[in-house]
C-alpha cells in the first residue's frame, strides 16, 4: 500500500487475470490478458509495433503477483507514452532532446582530480567522436561546469534527428536521455554504439569514482541497481523494435 498525501491510502491494483498472451492485430501486436487486449490509460487498445515489443510488455504483465506494481512496468509505461502523449508532443519531446545536448553530460570534463578526467576522456571522446562523424555535427568540450553553449547546428541536427523517428523510438530516446543525463549517450544506445549498461557506466562516471573514494551506501547501491535495470531495458526496448 502507497500513501497520498498523508491521510489518503491508495491500493494497489490486483492481479485480476491467469494467463498472458501476444496476439497479432492490425496495425501489430497486442498484449492478451485471459484473452482481452490491455488498454492504455486513456482506453485504446495498447498495440505495440513488433512482436520482439509486445513480448517484452507481456513478460511484465506476466511477473506481476498478489498485485500490479505499474512503477516497474517500464515498457508498459514507454508503450502508452508513445501511442497517447508523444503523438501530439512530438515536436516538444524532440526539443527536450535537444536541450540535452545542449548542456550534454558527456561533454563537461573534470579539471580535477586528473584520473578522473582521464576516465572520462577515455570513456566519452570516442563516443562523441562517433556522433560527430556519423551525425554530422560538432560539440564543443568544457573543463568544469561553467556551460559552454553548443553549436546551434548541433542542436538542431539532435532535434531533427529525434523529429525523423516514430513514436516508438522518440518516446524511447526521450527516456533514455533523461536516464543517462547525455542526448550522446542515448543515440548511442538507439544506434548500438553502446549498450545499455555501458552507457550508464558512463553516465555516473563521476559517481563511481567517488564510490571508490568514500564508499556506498545501501540507498545508493539500489538506486544504482535500478536505474541499471531501466539502461539495459530501454537498450532492449530499441532492439526489439529493430526485430523483424
Same mark, same amino acid.
Given at each position: 500500500m502507497v500513501s497520498k498525501g498523508f491521510h489518503e491510502p491508495i491500493e494497489k491494483p490486483k492481479r485480476f487475470y491467469k494467463a498472458v498472451t501476444v496476439s497479432a492485430e492490425a496495425g501489430g501486436f497486442a498484449v492478451m490478458l485471459d484473452g482481452r487486449t490491455v488498454r492504455t490509460p486513456k482506453g485504446g487498445k495498447l498495440i505495440a509495433p513488433t512482436e520482439a515489443v509486445a513480448r517484452m510488455i507481456a513478460e511484465e504483465w506476466a511477473a506481476q503477483t498478489d498485485v500490479i506494481e505499474l512503477a516497474t512496468m517500464h515498457a508498459t509505461r514507454l508503450a502508452n507514452t508513445a501511442i497517447e502523449a508523444v503523438p501530439g508532443t512530438r515536436a516538444a519531446t524532440a526539443q527536450s532532446i535537444a536541450d540535452y545536448a545542449g548542456s550534454d553530460l558527456v561533454c563537461y570534463y573534470a579539471d580535477q582530480p586528473r584520473e578522473l578526467n582521464a576516465r572520462q576522456t577515455a570513456g566519452w571522446e570516442p563516443v562523441l567522436v562517433r556522433a560527430e562523424q556519423e551525425l554530422a555535427c560538432s560539440f564543443v568540450r568544457a573543463l568544469g561546469v561553467v556551460h559552454q553553449a553548443q553549436p546551434e547546428d548541433t542542436l538542431t541536427r539532435i532535434r531533427d534527428l529525434a523529429l525523423? %523517428?516514430?513514436?516508438?523510438?522518440?518516446?524511447?530516446? #526521450?527516456?533514455?536521455? +533523461?536516464?543517462?543525463?547525455?542526448?550522446?549517450?542515448?543515440?548511442?544506445? %538507439?544506434?548500438?554504439?553502446?549498450?545499455?549498461?555501458? #552507457?550508464?557506466?558512463? +553516465?555516473?562516471?563521476?559517481?563511481a569514482y567517488q564510490e571508490e573514494k568514500w564508499g556506498v551506501d545501501e540507498e545508493a547501491a539500489e538506486r544504482t541497481a535500478r536505474l541499471f535495470d531501466e539502461a539495459r531495458m530501454v537498450e532492449r526496448w530499441f532492439r526489439a523494435l529493430d526485430a523483424a
Open positions: 525523423e %523517428l516514430d513514436d516508438f523510438r522518440l518516446t524511447g530516446l #526521450a527516456f533514455a536521455t +533523461s536516464l543517462f543525463g547525455s542526448a550522446v549517450l542515448a543515440v548511442a544506445v %538507439l544506434r548500438g554504439w553502446l549498450n545499455g549498461e555501458q #552507457a550508464y557506466e558512463l +553516465s555516473r562516471l563521476d559517481e
